[in-house]
């Protein structure tokens, strides 16, 4: 069976969101470089004893890489049902981590909050995954 006549014809939308992730995934380490630059952290050191604001930068990127894995997984197996709902989802999520990483970089940590509706994208993809194995499992 050819890959491209198993998916839904809309699962390119997913795959968009998969590069637009790829996006902000970079932005973010883009900016950890500069804040190292910036701020004096050598590597490996993943956190400043000195720069609280060093800090929340490196934290912002690395919250995102801790949910990334587990975010792609459910948004695919959502997606082999309801493509367009799982990218619709994924983007709100990705945008939200834009809002989350911009209030982080204030030095505020309490600002990261202004990413908060990210998780409507998170979740929805895992709710929308346990109704594709519902479904499998033939519950309804």
Known sequence: ???LTGL??????VIFT?????VM???LAVM???ARKKYDVKYPTMY???EQ???CIQRAHQNTLEVYPQGLVFQTIAALVYPLSASVLGAIWVTSRFSYAWGYYTGDPAKRMNGAYGYIGYFGVILLSISVA???LGVF
């Open 18 to 22: 998969y590069l637009y992730s790829w």
């Open 1 to 3: 069976m050819d890959i």
């Open 25 to 27: 995934l970079g932005y």
């Open 134 to 136: 519902l479904q499998l």
């Open 8 to 13: 839904p014809s809309s699962f390119g939308y």
């Open 53 to 55: 604001v060093f800090n």
């Open 48 to 50: 400043s004893d000195k």
């Open 32 to 34: 950890v470089g500069g």
